[in-house]
């Protein structure tokens, strides 16, 4: 009996490599979580509950408001023409209120207007009395013109100079419908009585928007030079480890508050900023890779052959060196994450009302001695569960890729 040879080929040890990457539980949990964020970064305003651009809507009178708190609300219509955008722009950078939110505590119908207690989360709430036509909370009127009642009907001019008529008990019964509701803060209110959910799920989108780009740049900088200075060794090799070696000398955030500082405070400077400094790493990665890898026989052939340099390089080495550079990238988009946190702690990083893991921990720290932890804890565990999410997954993409290990 003669035993069968097997023969593995290079397409064959991809899927060996992500079937061993999907046996591990703990990789999985983490790539499920970061496709998660990643969902609810594409998605944006689409799916927060507070949809307007930021997540900014303020209500002072619902500051620092308990997780799962209630309150009703009355929507009034804005006496200007509706907004009105594309579903594309309204994921990117939301959408425009058409109404004003007023929180109340309580509210009854007499005549043709509506008049509301305002809430004061005080006990007793003691809030003030305001009074709203009915029509004027259901339409965009024009505020100059009056509202007249003919017997049951109100006559009221719209926002677009046209005289319309509508029964007192249509207006009632539309506004106990679609105007009064009941708002629920799963996660609670910040000291300025925003939505910290919707805060949490658009800061979302800055710190993996931060890390991508940030891992991107540095990648194009670090493969770049790490493959010229392995490659070519000799004088082009030393003045490029010179180099490497000074950026390395300085201390990572010190250098990225510096380019921060050169560059100014704001959302793409911070991703400029952390991608300068975060290439020095990829860099002597890819140098000694290719540095043991230039001798060998198809390197070789490729010169004897005739090809360019730059084909050798990134069509022939690169591709065999690539498993650590995405190890790398992994750790380094954690990396990424906690710098681009710090500098928005310290304000200098992504500038207010775009909202930030970092920024939303500088706005209630003070917070963490009273009742109220929360307000910092939690964009904290939003931190934490990424950054050790990345991490997990890049120990696990070691383990895979890992040659000697790939076959176990």
């Known amino acids: 009996m003669f035993r069968k040879k097997q023969f593995v080929s290079s397409g064959s040890l991809t899927k060996l490599a992500i079937r061993k990457l999907l046996k591990s539980r703990i990789a999985l949990v983490s790539i499920i979580f970061i496709l998660f964020l990643v969902l609810v970064s594409l998605l944006g305003y689409l799916i927060t509950p507070d949809t307007t651009p930021y997540a900014n ?5 619902l500051s620092t408001k308990k997780p799962g708190f209630s309150v009703t609300m009355l929507k009034v219509h804005k006496n200007e023409t509706e907004h009105h ?21 309580s509210y ?24 709203f036509s009915l029509v004027d909370v259901v339409y965009a009127i024009q505020p100059d013109k009056s509202v007249s009642n003919e017997g049951g009907i109100l006559r009221y001019t719209n926002i677009d100079g046209k005289t319309e008529r509508a029964t007192i008990e249509e207006l009632t019964q539309r506004i106990k419908s679609d105007n009064i509701i009941s708002k629920r803060f799963l996660l609670g209110t910040d ?23 940030s891992v991107l ?17 000799g004088w082009v090799d030393n003045l490029i ?42 860099a002597r990665v890819v140098r000694g ?31 065999n060196v690539m498993a650590p550079v995405i190890v790398i990238s992994a750790a380094n988009f954690a990396s990424a994450i906690l710098i681009e946190a710090g500098l928005s702690f310290l ?62």
């Open 241 to 282: 480890m010179w180099f490497i070696n000074v950026v390395w000398s300085i201390p990572t955030l010190l250098l990225v508050i510096a380019i921060t500082f050169v560059l100014g405070k704001g959302f793409w400077q911070v991703f400029i900023a952390i991608g300068l400094t975060m290439w020095v790493e990829v």
């Open 57 to 61: 809507a303020q209500f002072l009178e």
């Open 191 to 213: 000291r300025f009585g925003r939505d910290i959910l919707s805060q949490i799920m658009i800061g979302t989108r800055v710190s993996l928007s931060v890390g991508f780009i």
């Open 217 to 233: 740049i540095s990648l194009i900088i670090g493969i770049l030079l790490g493959a010229l200075a392995g490659y070519f060794k």
């Open 108 to 131: 009854n119908f007499k005549g043709d207007k509506i008049y509301v207690e305002e809430y004061t989360g005080m006990n007793p709430n003691e809030g003030e009395i305001k009074s």
């Open 347 to 408: 304000g200098i990083g992504v500038q207010p009302p775009m909202p930030s893991w970092g920024t939303m921990i500088k706005e209630h720290y003070g917070y963490i001695i009273l009742d109220s932890a929360y307000l910092a804890i939690i964009p904290g565990i939003a931190i934490m569960l990424t950054v050790l999410a990345f991490m997990l997954t890049g120990n696990a993409l070691r383990d895979a890729l890992d040659v000697k290990m790939v076959n176990k």
């Open 289 to 319: 890779q290719i540095l043991s890898i230039r001798e060998k026989e198809f390197v070789e052939a490729g010169v004897a052959l005739g090809y360019k340099h730059s084909r050798i390089i990134f069509r022939h080495i690169l591709p």
């Open 85 to 105: 955008t594309g579903l594309i722009k309204q994921t990117i950078s939301g959408l425009e209120s058409n109404y004003i939110y007023i929180p109340v505590y």
